[in-house]
C-alpha cells in the first residue's frame, strides 16, 4: 500500500505540483479575486521571514494589510520585514520573535497578543519544519509533532476567541502534497516506535493539520478554516531539509510568489470566504484531501482519540512548563474544544 500510495502521488506531482502545473492551473484564475484593499484588517503569519511565509508577507502588505510577523530568527526577521516595507511602502509590519517548536512559548505568546490587541482578522500557520533525527523539545515533545501540529493547535486554539471577535475571520494553514500518502496514527503522534524517517513524520503531521482544520471548521462555524498545499516550491526550508529532492527537480520547483498565491487568495478574496469551510485546497480550488483507493480515511473514533490527545499534551504544556509532558496532566487552565 504504501508503495502504491508513493507511486500514485508522484506521478500527480510531477503534473500537478511543478511550475509547469501551476502555469496550467493559473490559466483558470480569475484576476480580479485579487482586486480588493485589505486596509484595516490584520494578519498573522508564522514563519515569515523566507520562503512562502515571506512572499505571502510581501503580497498582503501589498494590498495594504496589517501584518504581524512571527518568526524564531530576530535578525532575519528584520531584514525581511525591511524588504517588504521599503517594497510595499507599508509600515504597518511588526515582529514578534517566537520558535513555534517551544510549545509553553506559543502559548504564553498568543495569550499576550490577545491582551494586547483588538481582533485579529487572518491566522496564517505557515512555519513548518523537517528535522531528521528525533529531538525533544523542553517539554519532551518531538520536534517535529511540536512545530507542525503543537505548535499549529495552541496558536490557533488559543487565538480563536480574538478571531470570532474579528469581521470575516479566517485561518489558513500550509500543509503538504505529501500528507496524501499518510493515514492519521494515533496510537503513535511522536513517532516514537519503529524506523525514525524524517520526510514521513513531515507527511504525517501535515495530516494530522488537515484533520485538525476539518475539526475547527466544524467546531466554529464562525470562522473560515482552510488548508492548503503549496505544490513542489524552491524554497530555503526544502533545499535544506531535502537536498537531493531539491537537486532533482531542479528549476521545475515552483517559485515561492507561485507556492504562496493560493495563501494569498484564501487570505484576501471574497470568493474564497464564500466556500466550504474545512477544506484542502491547491491552486486556488478545493480538491481531495485522500488519493483514490489508499485507504487513509480515519474513523470518527480516532480522529476524537486524536483530538483528546492533543488537548491532553496542550494543557500540560500550561500547567507543567518545567516538567517532561510523559508525566501527569496539571490542571486546566484553558479550555479547548
Not at 87 to 110: C, L, P
Not at 125 to 152: D, S, Y
Not at 186 to 201: A, C, I, P
Not at 223 to 228: A, D, G, L, P, R
Amino acid at each position: 500500500m504504501s508503495l502504491y500510495r508513493n507511486s500514485i502521488w508522484f506521478l500527480i506531482g510531477v503534473h500537478q505540483y511543478t511550475r509547469m502545473g501551476y502555469d496550467e492551473a493559473s490559466k483558470n484564475f480569475e484576476p480580479k479575486d485579487m482586486e480588493v484593499s485589505v486596509v484595516g484588517r490584520s494578519f498573522m503569519i508564522t514563519g515569515a521571514n523566507s520562503g512562502i511565509g515571506k512572499a505571502t508577507a510581501m503580497a498582503i502588505a501589498k494590498k495594504g494589510g496589517t501584518v504581524h510577523m512571527v518568526c524564531r530568527n530576530k535578525d532575519r526577521a528584520e531584514e525581511a520585514r525591511s524588504d517588504i516595507v521599503y517594497e510595499s511602502g507599508n509600515t504597518e509590519v511588526y515582529i514578534h520573535i517566537i520558535d513555534m517548536s517551544q510549545t509553553r512559548k506559543v502559548w504564553e505568546f498568543a495569550e499576550a497578543f490577545k491582551k494586547e490587541y483588538p481582533s485579529l482578522n487572518v491566522l496564517i500557520n505557515n512555519a513548518g519544519c523537517m528535522v531528521h533525527k528525533r529531538e525533544l523539545n523542553e517539554e519532551g515533545i518531538e520536534k517535529n509533532f511540536a512545530t507542525n501540529t503543537m505548535g499549529v493547535y495552541i496558536l490557533t486554539q488559543t487565538l480563536i476567541p480574538l478571531l470570532q471577535k474579528s469581521r470575516d475571520p479566517r485561518v489558513i494553514t500550509v500543509s503538504s502534497g505529501g500528507m496524501l500518502v499518510q493515514k492519521l496514527r494515533v496510537d503513535d503522534l511522536q513517532s516514537e516506535n519503529g524506523y525514525f524517517d524524517g520526510v514521513m513524520v513531515h507527511a504525517q503531521n501535515k495530516r494530522q493539520q488537515v484533520v485538525l482544520t476539518q475539526h475547527w471548521a466544524k467546531a466554529n462555524p464562525i470562522i473560515h478554516f482552510s488548508v492548503m498545499h503549496p505544490g513542489w516550491v524552491d524554497t530555503p526550508a526544502v533545499s535544506t531539509s531535502m537536498p537531493q529532492f531539491h537537486q532533482m527537480m531542479g528549476d521545475r520547483l515552483r517559485s515561492v510568489e507561485q507556492g504562496a498565491d493560493t495563501v494569498v487568495w484564501l487570505a484576501l478574496s471574497r470568493v474564497a470566504s464564500r466556500t466550504r469551510s474545512g477544506q484542502f485546497f491547491q491552486d486556488r480550488k478545493p480538491i481531495p484531501d485522500h488519493l483514490p483507493l489508499a485507504w487513509t480515511h480515519s474513523s470518527a473514533e480516532e480522529i476524537q482519540s486524536f483530538m483528546t490527545q492533543l488537548d491532553t499534551l496542550a494543557q500540560a504544556v500550561q500547567s507543567q512548563p518545567d516538567l517532561n509532558l510523559k508525566g501527569p496532566r496539571g490542571p486546566s487552565r484553558l479550555e479547548f474544544v
